[in-house]
């Protein structure tokens, strides 16, 4: 153990030479909100995070006519504050090195120890931010709703995502990712899987369980079944999606009391997304007080679809002059509040699109994405106890947050030609 003892600490050293305070700039392309919308760290109060909100204004006016002087005053109503509790949800995600990869690249110094590591260190790092991304859009929502299956044995199955609910973006490269269905009528857990072959194109999920788990799953069905991560189910922070949708309690404050605090809800009834559409939806935001840019995340089929609208492809620069470009990777609209970015992400449902003013959105939590776990300094490799490897971590204890959910617009039932 000696040897593997000396090997770590020549590894920690090689790690903070190499890559220093800078592992967060390993963040992917695929972290797209993570990368937009800035963290912020909070303390944390028992289990939330809490951060004062207005939702209501001063309303102590009195009006007088122009006759009329020495009036009575109505009393002073004081603006509303309350004070919204932010749950950040936690999670980790591990890999390893064994002790003859680290030490061959203990001994042929920092090339070596880069050749032997980042790999590892950027998959890691990878991984964690797309469960952080799918988090900032569907925590508390799901990944997609199951609408069949079709067994391949005792142990394998097939299932069909109903089209509205299918992001490619979440599935893609997650083989052997453990999975958990649940019975939303309930809610009743009825099977844990594991992810073997994505069909993009077809919009199925090839999974594997244990016998009786393919059993319970054939039963549920036909139901409302929805996928998640294994354990993400009540663990997870909110992303848009529930909290523009939801209804009552969002953040501790009852936004059936407070409107300004509840998520606006656009229909585009079984048709695709257009324009006039995106413009529409935006006035839903407009009537609450928005007043600034947004951005309106699509699916990268809606986007598609947009941009062969002939009206899509006028874009219009800082200035606002008419030059259209196509080919563009995004679409940009003038708006009545602003201008409206067509951005498409591979991670939002076919269904459905968010209209979000992005500077409004915050990560609040106590611990950015990170590989520097709490606790440990600059500790970066562990004995794994199981195996004759040293073992790298990813950690990260945060939660999607606005402070104008009013100012958030949910585009539903699109229907992609």
């Not at 061959?104 to 260190?121: D, H, P, Q, R």
Request: with cysteine.
């Amino acid at each position: 153990m000696g040897q593997e003892v000396t090997v770590k600490s020549q590894l920690d050293g090689l790690y903070k030479e190499v890559y220093g305070d800078k592992i967060e700039d390993l963040i992917p392309d695929v972290g797209r909100l993570v990368k937009k919308i800035s963290f912020r760290e909070a303390e944390k109060l028992g289990e939330a995070f809490n951060v004062p909100v207005i939702v209501s204004d001063e309303q102590g006016a009195t009006y007088a006519g122009p006759e009329e002087d020495a009036f009575d005053l109505d009393p002073p109503e004081a603006m509303t504050t309350k004070n919204a509790k932010v749950k950040g949800s936690q999670i980790l995600m591990r890999a390893a090195i064994g002790y003859k990869a680290a030490a061959a690249a203990v001994k042929g110094g920092k090339k070596a120890f880069v050749n032997a590591t980042e790999l590892v260190i950027r998959r890691l790092m990878n991984s964690i931010t797309k469960r952080v991304e799918a988090m900032l859009l569907y925590g508390g929502d799901g990944l997609g709703e199951v609408t069949s299956s079709v067994n391949q044995g005792a142990t394998e199955t097939t299932l069909t995502i109903d089209p509205k609910t299918w992001a490619p973006g979440l599935w893609v490269g997650s083989q052997k990712a453990n999975l958990e269905i649940w019975d939303e009528t309930g809610p009743i857990k009825v099977a844990d899987v594991q992810v073997g072959r994505v069909d993009c194109k077809a919009g199925t999920l090839n999974v594997t369980g244990l016998a009786a788990q393919i059993t319970a799953l054939d039963a549920a069905l036909p139901g409302t079944l929805t996928v998640y991560f294994k354990t993400a189910r009540g663990k997870e922070a909110l992303g848009l999606a529930q909290i523009i949708k939801t209804s009552g309690t969002l953040f501790g404050i009852n936004n059936n009391e407070f409107d300004l605090f509840k998520g606006q809800e656009f229909d585009a009834l079984g048709a695709a997304l257009s324009f006039d559409k995106v413009t529409d939806a935006v006035v839903c935001a407009v009537n609450y007080g928005l007043d600034e840019n947004v951005t309106c995340l699509v699916s990268p089929k809606t986007w598609q679809s947009l941009n062969k609208d002939e009206a899509a492809l006028r874009q219009y620069d800082a200035s606002f002059k008419d030059d259209a470009k196509k080919g563009s990777r995004s679409i940009v609209y003038q708006g009545q509040a602003g201008l409206i970015e067509i951005e498409a992400h591979p991670m939002v449902k076919e269904g459905e699109a968010f209209i979000v003013p992005m500077r409004r959105l915050k990560r609040v939590g106590a611990y950015e994405i990170s590989m520097k776990t709490p606790g440990h300094g600059s500790e970066m490799f562990r004995h794994l106890e199981s195996k004759a490897a040293f073992e790298l971590r990813a950690y990260t204890d945060q939660a999607l947050f606005t402070e104008h959910p009013s100012h958030l617009v949910r585009i539903s039932n699109i229907v992609n030609p």
